[in-house]
């Protein structure tokens, strides 16, 4: 019995040629990249030590930004309260526009701990994102020397306010943290064993870039930085109006400041872990949210966004070849090499960074069911962003029609 083509090989032929070309160039780029990332895996972290002739600790002030937080609030409040650091110490936690018990719990609170601090907001600010603008509030209303931000889904270990100091001493800039959604023995479905590991896959990628002294990427749950490396940078300056400015966008500037540094924070103490999901469309669309702020080019530095958009469009091309093989079955062996290579780098350097951060548990067919979904759910995400933009709205008009709009004010102005 004979098979006929779906498409005519006059035609097939030079699609397969043109669309495999694509795909083996963006695969070869992406493949350098995850080569970068496993070479980082071997590279030392910046040493960590106070300086002998320093006698007092740091003050530091944690900044958490709540908008209807109040069924999180307590195990939060609990972890932070339970903080083990010697040095000046203040909770900054900001009601942005809560319509629940959060200002009720957090005046608890500060009755209790005066270093429990509540501030309010009323009204969204028309020139600041709603994060960023909940986040400025705090940095305004805090005193620390340093600063540490989190999320109000998070928990913390007593020693994580230390842990992060000791990266910051005696002259760091800035200090990324590690994040995870579970801990060891904690994962049970597919979906928090698939998050979980996808979590790990960022924290490994974002600690080998700041272990070659890149100055690209953080996490909003886990970060912290000096208080006069934010003055020196103009605080959020022009990145307040972007849908996201707390976290890459942030270290971005800080890192331009002459002789900046930036640390890792991947011990046990420094690890904070946020909430899982609840949901497979609750993920895509977090994931989704991430993606479309990356859309807003003008604020990221080129290296970074270059390499966002190669994984992202390698996944895209590489889950449709997978899609497009019965039609153009002659692609099937560059697709199954491209695959492959990919799934090997990607297995190895997991393998060892799951190992070194103690996170064996992971290793297994969920490591390898991972992997063969990485690239197709990477693929819808990046899709579903430009179909549906998932980016965060600064006040009732769009952040992307407002930028627009700067920019024709300042042509007609020249």
Not at 45 to 56: F, G, K, L, N, V
Not at 233 to 257: H, K, M, N, T
Not at 344 to 359: F, H, I, P, S
Not at 382 to 408: D, L
Request: proline share 5%.
């Amino acid at each position: 019995m004979t098979t006929v083509p779906l498409l005519d090989p006059t035609v097939a032929t030079p699609i397969a040629t043109t669309w495999t070309i694509v795909l083996l160039g963006l695969t070869a780029a992406y493949l350098a990249l995850l080569v970068v990332a496993f070479v980082g895996m071997f590279r030392r972290d910046r040493a960590t030590h106070a300086p002998p002739e320093r006698r007092t600790l740091p003050s530091v002030s944690v900044i958490v930004p709540a908008h209807d937080e109040a069924r999180v609030l307590p195990t939060l409040l609990a972890s932070l309260r339970a903080q083990r650091y010697d040095g000046d110490l203040e909770f900054v936690v900001v009601d942005d526009r809560s319509r629940d018990g959060t200002g009720t719990l957090l005046a608890q609170a500060a009755r209790s701990d005066a270093r429990v601090r509540p501030v309010r907001i009323d009204e969204p600010d028309r020139r600041r994102a709603p994060k960023v603008n909940a986040v400025a509030h705090g940095i305004e209303a805090s005193r620390g020397e340093i600063v540490l931000t989190t999320d109000a889904d998070c928990v913390h270990r007593p020693g994580w306010v230390a842990a992060m100091v000791r990266h910051l001493e005696p002259d760091g800039t800035v200090v990324v943290g590690y994040v995870e959604t579970t801990r060891a023995g904690e994962t049970t479905s597919l979906l928090h064993r698939f998050e979980t590991i996808d979590w790990l896959s960022l924290m490994l990628v974002s600690r080998s870039l700041t272990r070659f002294g890149w100055r690209f990427a953080s996490s909003a749950n886990n970060q912290g930085y000096r208080r006069s490396a934010f003055d020196a940078a103009g605080g959020f300056g022009a990145i307040q109006r972007a849908p996201s400015g707390d976290e890459d966008l942030l270290v971005q500037r800080l890192g331009r400041l002459p002789g900046a540094t930036i640390a890792f924070a991947s011990e046990p103490n420094a690890r904070v872990r946020t909430a899982s999901t609840d949901g497979w469309r609750n993920l895509f669309l977090q994931r989704r949210r991430w993606v479309s702020r990356y859309h807003h080019a003008m604020h990221y530095r080129p290296a970074f966004l270059a390499s966002i958009g190669v994984l992202g469009f390698q996944s895209v091309a590489l889950a449709t070849s997978v899609v497009l093989l019965p039609v153009l079955p002659q692609m099937a062996p560059w697709v199954a090499a491209a695959f492959g290579a990919q799934l090997t780098v990607q297995l190895a350097g997991m393998t060892v960074g799951a190992r070194d951060l103690d996170r064996a548990d992971l290793l297994g067919p969920s490591l390898l069911a991972w992997a063969l979904l990485h690239p197709f759910f990477v693929a819808s995400v990046v899709i579903g962003s430009f179909v549906r933009s998932g980016e965060w709205r600064a006040g009732a008009a769009s952040y992307r029609r407002r930028w627009w709009r700067r920019r024709r004010r300042t042509w007609r102005r020249a």
